[in-house]
């Protein structure tokens, strides 16, 4: 066996422990099960941003043929492998969502009210649910302004790569 090999069977048992380690935080039963609701957190927090169409799909693709409303491990993880191996569902960059707030911000002041981010956010495209318009606010909205300072949101939500 060469040396890549053997590094590249490091990487994919460091990768399966990762998501095995991941999994097991809502492994409740310690039955190598998860609720299905919890997929989504899951391969969030293996810092994957899937869409709620492709988390859908993912989901799909490792259920049950006969849904019980639970993940095993074993279909999970050879998944997850792939997902991350083949780095999809990345975060969107940083500069590209300074951008997007910056069309969003027209009088070019830093900040967004937070009527104007409600309706951009549940208006338009694939639209927040309520649930998730509360959270987004809670990180988002400055209190005493009752505006969103986007700089400062964006530093405290992009993801470090490294």
């Given amino acids: 066996m060469n040396e890549s090999a053997v590094e590249e069977d490091a990487g994919l048992l460091e990768l399966q ?54 993940i095993r491990l074993e279909t ?15 975060p969107v960059p940083e500069d590209v969502l300074l951008q997007a707030f910056e069309v969003l911000d027209t009088a070019k002041g830093g900040f967004l009210t937070k009527e104007d981010l409600v309706r951009y956010m549940t208006e338009e495209g694939e639209p927040f649910t309520q649930e998730e318009m509360e959270e987004m606010l809670s990180a988002a909205l400055d209190p005493d302004t009752n505006t969103i300072q986007y700089r400062d949101y964006l530093a405290m939500m992009v993801i470090d790569e490294n």
Avoid: Q
Avoid at 30 to 55: A, F, K, M, Y
Avoid at 57 to 62: G, M, P, Q, R, W
Avoid at 77 to 90: F, G, H, N, Q
């Fill in 76 to 90: 999970f993880l050879p998944m997850m492998v792939k997902v991350l191996k083949e780095r999809r569902y990345r």
């Fill in 17 to 70: 422990k990762k998501i095995k380690e991941a999994f097991e935080v809502f492994d409740h039963e310690s039955n190598d099960t998860v609720d299905v609701r919890e997929i989504g957190t899951i391969i969030r927090s293996l810092g994957c941003c899937p869409s709620e169409g492709e988390l859908h799909d993912l989901i799909a693709e490792v259920e049950e043929e006969e849904p019980t409303g639970y």
